[in-house]
């Protein structure tokens, strides 16, 4: 399949100059690159910006509640591992309402993958400040500028042990594609946490800003060293390196589960008139 | 013939096998019981007590007071010495020093732990000199106690034996067998409630355990090899319900099992439900609130919240089971109808309900028939384009499933189109509004008006409303005051919502009095009553500090009453 073929023919509502058009584009390229029938690929999202995303492309779409991403694609993962499961939505919803899931889900290790868009503000509720957003940084909901530490996304999830690990830069489209493709194969659970500017909001982390800062991972760096890939992701915020920093498979939850190894829950038939006469037998 | 006989203790000291075992061996005489758990929220210590009611007839409420009363701590000597019927045994440790005519003292510490090294045995030869007192076969409790602990059962009987040895011969004459082997089922109503939803195809679980809700998880959980379906513990239950929303667009029957604060956790998800018109059963085990309230007590506090849970306006099912048979066909119910409007079912239970054992007739897996009301890949590869939400007469857009065919399936928690996409068009809202909505009238169509008893129109007579499992309990005291020459109706509900609210104030409004009886404050069905209905009951008998009704409280209330 074409890249072009997973586009809905729709109005998008992005601002001119955001990011998410060239992680719509980097994903269609991805998918294309991995030659996945879009009838096989379900996209859940959550709520705001980058949720949207869902709307754009042609392909099988669950766009739940704020926050509750992870979680939805979770349970869909586990009744149908026939399915290509992505959850994609924006910094706010993944990592700060949906926190929770996020961390439970690594531990689970379903093979579903994770696209934080990461531009570190509020873009559907007008510019408040994310997760992300570094301290002291000031918007209309935080006159005094962040107080909090900004979240290290993929420091958390290499600690919780998840199996991929990586950062993008929306800038790079191509680059970006790759490490999405690279993300969907793998087996496991994947983040890639994709930086982005917000021209409507953020005037710290501009487009020229993370142009500045933005380093690739060097050939030389090994994708299953996880001490590196640590340090990686507890880079200086002077020097933002993209590219994958861990990568190393272990079962999955549906490898491990009896139930799911059997093959898709949703698709068994109804339980059989005998089984169910010898389950009521233990109240006989 | 009607016995009652109390177990009490404190947690750890097994009062809950004690109960099952005796529970059991009067099953396996063939006699009727009901059995219900009370119990402090502890690990050890506090109060456990098991009160079970064993009859030659079915019955299916609990009772204050007991004819026999096993006691294991000074604790429970002293909540429950008062709770004697005249006549009454008592069977305690001798350690706490209990005196009288019909009281057995046993030395059943020093027993434990000098025969048999296991201070925890204490229990089993109290129960064993009570079932001799009982006039039990020694070998039918034995038979029970292997069925509950199974490989751990040998010390156990050398203990009954030293409570049979040590018994006093027996007082009471029972009743042969009312039922063969195979007649009966005995279970809980977590039980029925589980087995309901295995019946029902359910392949999908999600629950952070809470109890009252706890026990349906766990059922399913360890049957879940056997019939295929996941059961996860999620991390919260909003991630629960979100998980089960998940799995039901997959095509998996899916259930979350909560108590009020969690399903409060649950209720954007509901309402993400209602709007993506995806099933999902909640199974609500209600206990006393507000926040943790009493965590292992029971109460009918929810009725309200479970019928206006939720932002926005959608239809829902909700069904209070009044029984353990009745939890069982519920459930299976709650499913098919999920499925079958695309709405979510609320299973309205409560702690009582949920750990009280019946007995009951054999259940029959195939009275409610299960059918698919999805698109199978056939008829989907027919269809030259698909619309997940299109608009039909009845509201109820055919369903697809992902990845079973080229025709994409696009869900959104925002208002959308026809195809499930974004939307702010308001001609298509409004019409999505009405879509939905419109499948409250088929769903209504399919429910069960309440149960009236003794039949006929209550015309000119005091009613009694009830809901839920407060049946058994109202139906006995109803009988008892109508047999001394009272003349009331009990109209009693299990299906909540949708309801046919017309033909029920056709019913209720040549009545003389309208009495709710709750275990709630509010009167909760009252105001759902006088809302629909514009009949404001008279009366409302409230109970609410965390315990069921019992028959002989409510004919007190109730003679008052008349």
Same mark, same amino acid.
């Given at each position: 399949?074409?890249?072009?073929?997973?586009?809905?023919?729709?109005?998008?509502?992005?601002?001119?100059?955001?990011?998410?058009?060239?992680?719509?584009?980097?994903?269609?390229?991805?998918?294309?690159?991995?030659?996945?029938?879009?009838?096989?690929?379900?996209?859940?999202?959550?709520?705001?910006?980058?949720?949207?995303?869902?709307?754009?492309?042609?392909?099988?779409?669950?766009?739940?509640?704020?926050?509750?991403?992870?979680?939805?694609?979770?349970?869909?993962?586990?009744?149908?591992?026939?399915?290509?499961?992505?959850?994609?939505?924006?910094?706010?919803?993944?990592?700060?309402?949906?926190?929770?899931?996020?961390?439970?889900?690594?531990?689970?290790?379903?093979?579903?993958?994770?696209?934080?868009?990461?531009?570190?503000?509020?873009?559907?509720?007008?510019?408040?400040?994310?997760?992300?957003?570094?301290?002291?940084?000031?918007?209309?909901?935080?006159?005094?500028?962040?107080?909090?530490?900004?979240?290290?996304?993929?420091?958390?999830?290499?600690?919780?042990?998840?199996?991929?690990?990586?950062?993008?830069?929306?800038?790079?489209?191509?680059?970006?594609?790759?490490?999405?493709?690279?993300?969907?194969?793998?087996?496991?659970?994947?983040?890639?946490?994709?930086?982005?500017?917000?021209?409507?909001?953020?005037?710290?982390?501009?487009?020229?800003?993370?142009?500045?800062?933005?380093?690739?991972?060097?050939?030389?760096?090994?994708?299953?060293?996880?001490?590196?890939?640590?340090?990686?992701?507890?880079?200086?915020?002077?020097?933002?390196?993209?590219?994958?920093?861990?990568?190393?498979?272990?079962?999955?939850?549906?490898?491990?589960?009896?139930?799911?190894?059997?093959?898709?829950?949703?698709?068994?038939?109804?339980?059989?008139?005998?089984?169910?006469?010898?389950?009521?037998?233990?109240?006989? | 013939?009607?016995?009652?006989?109390?177990?009490?203790?404190?947690?750890?000291?097994?009062?809950?096998?004690?109960?099952?075992?005796?529970?059991?061996?009067?099953?396996?005489?063939?006699?009727?019981?009901?059995?219900?758990?009370?119990?402090?929220?502890?690990?050890?210590?506090?109060?456990?007590?098991?009160?079970?009611?064993?009859?030659?007839?079915?019955?299916?409420?609990?009772?204050?007071?007991?004819?026999?009363?096993?006691?294991?701590?000074?604790?429970?000597?002293?909540?429950?010495?008062?709770?004697?019927?005249?006549?009454?045994?008592?069977?305690?440790?001798?350690?706490?020093?209990?005196?009288?005519?019909?009281?057995?003292?046993?030395?059943?510490?020093?027993?434990?732990?000098?025969?048999?090294?296991?201070? %925890? &045995?204490? +229990?089993?030869?109290? $129960?064993? *000199?009570?079932?001799?007192?009982? !006039?039990? @076969?020694?070998?039918?409790?034995?038979?029970?106690?292997?069925?509950?602990?199974?490989?751990?059962?040998?010390?156990?009987?050398?203990?009954?034996?030293?409570?049979?040895?040590?018994?006093?011969?027996?007082?009471?004459?029972?009743?042969?067998?009312?039922?063969?082997?195979?007649?009966?089922?005995?279970?809980?109503?977590?039980?029925?409630?589980?087995?309901?939803? %295995? &019946?029902? +195809?359910?392949?999908? $679980?999600? *629950?952070?355990?809470?109890?009252? !809700?706890? @026990?349906?998880?766990?059922?399913?959980?360890?049957?879940?090899?056997?019939?295929?379906?996941?059961?996860?513990?999620?991390?919260?239950?909003?991630?629960?319900?979100?998980?089960?929303?998940?799995?039901?667009?997959?095509?998996?029957?899916?259930?979350?099992?909560?108590?009020?604060?969690?399903?409060?956790?649950?209720?954007?998800?509901?309402?993400?439900?209602?709007? %993506?018109?995806?099933?999902?059963?909640?199974?609500?085990?209600?206990?006393?609130?507000?926040?943790?309230?009493?965590?292992?007590?029971?109460?009918?506090?929810?009725?309200?919240?479970?019928?206006?849970?939720?932002?926005?306006?959608?239809?829902?099912?909700?069904?209070?089971?009044?029984?353990?048979?009745?939890?069982?066909?519920?459930?299976?119910?709650?499913?098919?109808?999920?499925?079958?409007?695309?709405?979510?079912?609320?299973?309205?239970?409560?702690?009582?309900?949920?750990?009280?054992?019946?007995?009951?007739?054999?259940?029959?897996?195939?009275?409610?028939?299960?059918?698919?009301?999805?698109?199978?890949?056939?008829?989907?590869?027919?269809?030259?384009?698909?619309?997940?939400?299109?608009?039909?007469?009845?509201?109820?857009?055919?369903?697809?499933?992902?990845?079973?065919?080229?025709?994409?399936?696009?869900?959104?928690?925002?208002?959308?189109?026809?195809?499930?996409?974004?939307?702010?068009?308001?001609?298509?809202?409004?019409?999505?509004?009405?879509?939905?909505?419109?499948?409250?009238?088929?769903?209504?169509?399919?429910?069960?008006?309440?149960?009236?008893?003794?039949?006929?129109?209550?015309?000119?007579?005091?009613?009694?409303?009830?809901?839920?499992?407060?049946?058994?309990?109202?139906?006995?005291?109803?009988?008892?005051?109508?047999?001394?020459?009272?003349?009331?109706?009990?109209?009693?509900?299990?299906?909540?919502?949708?309801?046919?609210?017309?033909?029920?104030?056709?019913?209720?409004?040549?009545?003389?009095?309208?009495?709710?009886?709750?275990?709630?404050?509010?009167?909760?069905?009252?105001?759902?009553?006088?809302?629909?209905?514009?009949?404001?009951?008279?009366?409302?008998?409230?109970?609410?500090?965390?315990?069921?009704?019992?028959?002989?409280?409510?004919?007190?209330?109730?003679?008052?009453?008349?």
């Amino acid at each position: 399949m074409k890249p072009e073929e997973y586009l809905a023919d729709v109005e998008i509502h992005w601002c001119p100059g955001c990011g998410n058009f060239q992680i719509r584009e980097a994903l269609v390229r991805a998918l294309a690159a991995l030659d996945l029938p879009p009838h096989r690929v379900v996209l859940v999202t959550g709520i705001g910006q980058a949720a949207k995303i869902v709307h754009y492309l042609r392909v099988n779409g669950f766009n739940g509640l704020h926050g509750r991403t992870i979680a939805a694609a979770a349970g869909l993962k586990m009744v149908r591992p026939d399915l290509v499961v992505i959850a994609e939505s924006g910094d706010g919803d993944l990592y700060g309402e949906g926190g929770n899931h996020l961390i439970h889900n690594i531990r689970r290790n379903l093979d579903i993958t994770v696209i934080a868009h990461d531009n570190r503000v509020y873009g559907l509720t007008k510019g408040q400040a994310s997760p992300t957003a570094p301290a002291g940084y000031t918007t209309r909901a935080q006159p005094f500028g962040v107080l909090s530490r900004p979240l290290n996304p993929l420091a958390l999830a290499l600690a919780l042990g998840a199996g991929f690990v990586a950062q993008a830069f929306s800038g790079e489209v191509e680059r970006t594609a790759q490490i999405l493709a690279a993300a969907i194969r793998h087996r496991g659970f994947a983040l890639v946490n994709v930086l982005h500017p917000c021209p409507s909001w953020n005037r710290v982390q501009t487009f020229a800003w993370y142009k500045e800062r933005i380093r690739a991972v060097g050939e030389e760096h090994d994708p299953t060293d996880f001490a590196k890939a640590m340090r990686l992701a507890l880079s200086d915020q002077e020097v933002i390196p993209v590219g994958i920093f861990y990568a190393v498979e272990e079962p999955t939850f549906e490898e491990r589960h009896p139930v799911i190894r059997r093959g898709p829950p949703a698709l068994q038939a109804f339980p059989a008139a005998e089984d169910l006469r010898s389950l009521l037998r233990e109240f006989l | 013939m009607e016995l009652l006989i109390r177990l009490a203790g404190a947690a750890g000291q097994g009062i809950q096998s004690l109960g099952e075992i005796l529970a059991r061996a009067f099953f396996r005489s063939g006699l009727y019981l009901h059995a219900e758990l009370s119990y402090h929220s502890r690990i050890r210590g506090g109060e456990n007590a098991f009160t079970l009611r064993v009859s030659d007839k079915p019955v299916f409420a609990t009772r204050r007071d007991v004819d026999l009363l096993v006691v294991l701590t000074a604790e429970m000597w002293k909540a429950y010495q008062k709770k004697l019927r005249e006549g009454a045994w008592v069977v305690a440790e001798e350690s706490l020093g209990i005196e009288g005519p019909r009281v057995l003292s046993l030395p059943a510490q020093k027993l434990a732990r000098e025969k048999l090294k296991l201070p %925890i &045995a204490m +229990g089993v030869i109290l $129960l064993g *000199a009570a079932a001799k007192l009982l !006039g039990l @076969p020694e070998e039918k409790v034995a038979q029970a106690i292997q069925e509950v602990f199974g490989e751990k059962a040998e010390s156990n009987l050398q203990a009954l034996s030293l409570g049979y040895e040590h018994g006093s011969p027996p007082v009471w004459d029972l009743p042969g067998p009312q039922f063969g082997p195979g007649e009966r089922m005995l279970l809980t109503g977590g039980q029925a409630v589980g087995a309901g939803a %295995i &019946a029902a +195809g359910c392949k999908f $679980l999600a *629950a952070y355990p809470m109890t009252p !809700g706890t @026990p349906v998880m766990e059922f399913l959980a360890q049957r879940s090899e056997r019939f295929g379906i996941v059961v996860e513990q999620a991390e919260d239950e909003i991630a629960a319900i979100n998980m089960a929303l998940g799995a039901a667009y997959g095509g998996a029957r899916a259930m979350v099992t909560t108590s009020g604060g969690g399903f409060a956790l649950m209720v954007e998800g509901l309402s993400l439900a209602g709007m %993506i018109e995806t099933p999902v059963v909640i199974h609500l085990g209600q206990r006393p609130g507000p926040a943790t309230g009493l965590p292992t007590r029971t109460s009918q506090e929810n009725l309200l919240f479970a019928l206006y849970a939720g932002h926005g306006e959608f239809p829902r099912f909700l069904c209070a089971p009044r029984d353990q048979e009745s939890a069982f066909y519920c459930t299976i119910r709650a499913f098919e109808l999920a499925e079958k409007y695309q709405v979510p079912s609320i299973l309205l239970t409560d702690q009582y309900l949920v750990d009280s054992y019946a007995v009951i007739p054999p259940l029959d897996p195939q009275r409610i028939p299960l059918r698919s009301h999805v698109l199978s890949p056939e008829e989907l590869g027919k269809l030259p384009t698909y619309e997940r939400f299109a608009l039909t007469p009845s509201g109820v857009s055919p369903r697809a499933l992902p990845g079973l065919s080229p025709h994409l399936v696009l869900v959104d928690s925002d208002e959308h189109d026809s195809y499930g996409r974004i939307t702010e068009d308001l001609e298509i809202r409004k019409a999505m509004v009405e879509k939905r909505l419109k499948k409250e009238e088929g769903l209504r169509e399919e429910v069960e008006g309440p149960v009236v008893y003794p039949e006929g129109h209550p015309r000119g007579k005091t009613v009694v409303l009830g809901w839920g499992s407060t049946f058994g309990a109202l139906r006995e005291a109803v009988e008892e005051v109508n047999s001394r020459g009272g003349d009331f109706v009990l109209v009693h509900f299990q299906d909540l919502w949708p309801q046919k609210w017309g033909e029920i104030a056709d019913l209720l409004g040549p009545a003389q009095r309208l009495i709710t009886v709750e275990n709630n404050a509010w009167g909760q069905l009252g105001k759902l009553l006088a809302q629909e209905t514009g009949l404001i009951p008279h009366q409302h008998i409230a109970r609410y500090d965390g315990r069921p009704f019992v028959p002989e409280e409510l004919v007190e209330a109730l003679t008052h009453e008349a």
